[in-house]
């Protein structure tokens, strides 16, 4: 039986590349954040209110990873 371990490895695969293009993301994105706050340490309040919504959107792509992953492990057909 060859399709539950293909639908596992694609559920592994979905959420590992999702996680590791998040981390990547929210990376980017934070030390652009601290090197803005670092050249105009007065435009603080609204580069933190930025870096928090733009982290929450890219958390909202691995959420969708996750649901994937979850999804796909469900369908894993029970051997009886």
């Excluded at 293009?21 to 309040?45: F, H, P």
């Excluded at 609204?46 to 909202?60: D, G, K, P």
């Amino acid at each position: 039986q060859i399709l539950p371990c293909v639908i596992l490895f694609a559920s592994v695969f979905c959420i590992g590349a999702g996680s590791l293009g998040a981390a990547i993301s929210i990376g980017k994105v934070s030390a652009t954040s601290c090197l803005q706050v670092a050249n105009d340490a007065n435009n603080y309040g609204t580069m933190i209110r930025a870096n928090l919504l733009t982290v929450a959107f890219i958390e909202s792509t691995l959420i969708y990873a996750l649901i994937t992953s979850l999804l796909l492990i469900t369908k894993i057909p029970t051997i009886i």
